[in-house]
């Protein structure tokens, strides 16, 4: 069954420095999101993306964030200067149809 | 804005035995759809069920079913039969039918199975 993939599943890094989480979505999927899941609470939307753009985003999402579709098979979120509150775990999802989302197993992301 | 309110943090149940899931939602919209996703602890989202807002039939799959309440705004979970292997986090999450189509997710319940 088609998967899609997160890279790393854990990142630790350092207050202020930049991490890209990569995910690799299901071939033919057309729609692409990022959602967040802080430790104990419930998975919060960040950003979707279709047709090479981003078609809406939270306010979660800002100038810290940024994503990308670079090589047409990958899609990455950027943090640019981490914060300590960014420390959550990251979802990428995917579907053909924007109704039925598949996620990936996430990326775990501690700022120390 | 929509919102997804799961009013039960924990619950816990003896295997084998059913158990029902709350949620409720709140939209002025009409065409969306309600999902159940699972999350174990390896913390991946699984969808274990979708339902159709258009649809009055309630959805169905194997030991899993809901009760979709249009007019209340409700959708609860009903697991028959629990195994050891439900034991998880469960987030009952909403998607309008229109615009990005992101997942509104409530704040989940956690359900322990015991044997």
């Known amino acids: 069954e088609p998967e899609v993939t997160q890279t790393p599943s854990h990142q630790v890094t350092q207050m202020g420095q930049e991490v890209i989480l990569r995910c690799v979505p299901i071939?033919?999927?057309?729609?692409f999101y990022w959602y967040r899941q802080i430790l104990g609470q419930k998975v919060e939307f960040l950003v979707s993306?279709?047709?090479?753009?981003?078609?809406?985003k939270s306010e979660i999402f800002d100038d810290q964030f940024s994503v990308e579709r670079p090589d047409g098979s990958n899609f990455t979120l950027k943090i640019r200067s981490t914060k300590l509150e960014d420390s959550a775990m990251y979802f990428c999802?995917?579907?053909?149809?924007?109704?039925?989302?598949?996620f990936g197993s996430g990326t775990r992301l501690t700022v120390v | 804005a929509q919102t997804v309110t799961q009013s039960q943090p924990e619950m816990s149940v003896q295997e084998a035995e059913t158990v029902t899931l709350s949620c409720t939602y709140d939209?002025?919209?009409?065409?969306?759809?309600l999902f159940w996703y699972k999350q174990p602890p390896s913390r991946q989202m699984i969808l274990v069920i979708r339902?159709?807002?258009?649809?009055?039939q309630n959805a169905t799959e194997n030991r899993f079913s809901v009760n979709f309440q249009k007019a209340a705004k409700s959708f609860s979970l009903k697991i028959s039969d629990s195994q050891l292997g439900d034991t998880a986090m469960y987030f009952c999450a909403f998607i309008l039918d229109q615009g990005a189509q992101k997942l509104v997710f409530g704040q989940g319940t956690r359900l322990t199975i015991n044997p």
């Open positions: 339902q159709e807002a258009y649809k009055q």
């Open positions: 999802a995917s579907s053909e149809t924007a109704l039925s989302s598949t």
């Open positions: 993306f279709y047709n090479n753009e981003i078609s809406e």
């Open positions: 939209t002025s919209e009409n065409n969306y759809y």
């Open positions: 071939s033919n999927h057309l729609y």
